[in-house]
C-alpha cells in the first residue's frame, strides 16, 4: 500500500489517543517536549545530537517526512486534554509499507501509563491489518529497559545484538545496539 493510501486511515483513535501526523502548526508543542524530556532523548535516541534537538530539527523532519514516499511521522495528543503524549512514526524500506521501522517516545509525565503501547498497539494492528505490513522492526540501546519491555509486550522478537555501535548522545559511552522484529503472518 502507497503512503497516500495509508494516509486516508490516519487519524487513529485509542481508548485515550487521538494518533495523527505532526504538522508545522505542531513545531513548538514538539520542541517544548523535546527540552523537558532533553537528558532522556539524548541517552536513547539515535536523532538527539544537537540538530537533532533543535527547533530547526523538528521543521525538518516535519518537512522531509512530507515528501518522503516511504515515512509517516505520527504523534498521539490526549483526548481528554488535548496534550501531545507520543511520537512515533514508521520508516519503510519501500514505498509499499512492508517492511518498516519504528521507535517512540514519551512526554515527560507520561511514563508508565500504558501509552505507549496503546499508541503502538494501534499502529501495529494498522500496518499488520490494513497496510499489509510483513515485518517491523525496531531497536534500542543496552539499558533501556522501558523500550525493551514494550518491544516484547508488542510481541516482537529479539533478533540481534550489535556490540557498542551507537554512542550515546547524552553520555559519549558506546552502546550496545539490541535489535527486534515482529513478523505478521
Known amino acids: 500500500m502507497k503512503k497516500d493510501e495509508i494516509l486516508k486511515y490516519?487519524?487513529?483513535e485509542t481508548e485515550r489517543l487521538w494518533?495523527?501526523?505532526?504538522t508545522l502548526d505542531d513545531v513548538d508543542m514538539l520542541q517544548s517536549a523535546k527540552k523537558a524530556r532533553e537528558?532522556?532523548?539524548?541517552?536513547?535516541?539515535s536523532w538527539s545530537d544537537d540538530a537533532g534537538m533543535s527547533r530547526q530539527g523538528v521543521v525538518d523532519y516535519i518537512t522531509q517526512s512530507a515528501t518522503n514516499p516511504c515515512a509517516i511521522p505520527l504523534i498521539g495528543m490526549e483526548k481528554d486534554t488535548g496534550?501531545?503524549?507520543i511520537a512515533t512514526g514508521v520508516d519503510s524500506d519501500d514505498?509499499?509499507?512492508s517492511t518498516i521501522s519504528?521507535?517512540?517516545?514519551?512526554?515527560?509525565?507520561?511514563?508508565?501509563?500504558?501509552?505507549a503501547f496503546e499508541a503502538?498497539?494501534?499502529v501495529f494492528d494498522l500496518l499488520k491489518e490494513t497496510i499489509g505490513t510483513k515485518i517491523v522492526n525496531s531497536q534500542f540501546y543496552n539499558g533501556n529497559t522501558r523500550s525493551h519491555n514494550l518491544m516484547e509486550r508488542l510481541g516482537m522478537h529479539y533478533v540481534e545484538t550489535v556490540p557498542k555501535s551507537h554512542t550515546s548522545h547524552l553520555t559519549g559511552e558506546q552502546l550496545d545496539v539490541i535489535k527486534y522484529e515482529r513478523i505478521f503472518e
Open 19 to 22: 494518533i495523527k501526523c505532526p
Open 102 to 115: 519504528t521507535g517512540w517516545w514519551l512526554a515527560e509525565g507520561y511514563e508508565g501509563k500504558g501509552l
Open 83 to 85: 496534550k501531545f503524549a
Open 39 to 45: 537528558k532522556a532523548l539524548r541517552e536513547w535516541m
Open 120 to 122: 503502538m498497539k494501534k
Open 10 to 12: 490516519i487519524p487513529l
Open 95 to 97: 514505498d509499499d509499507f
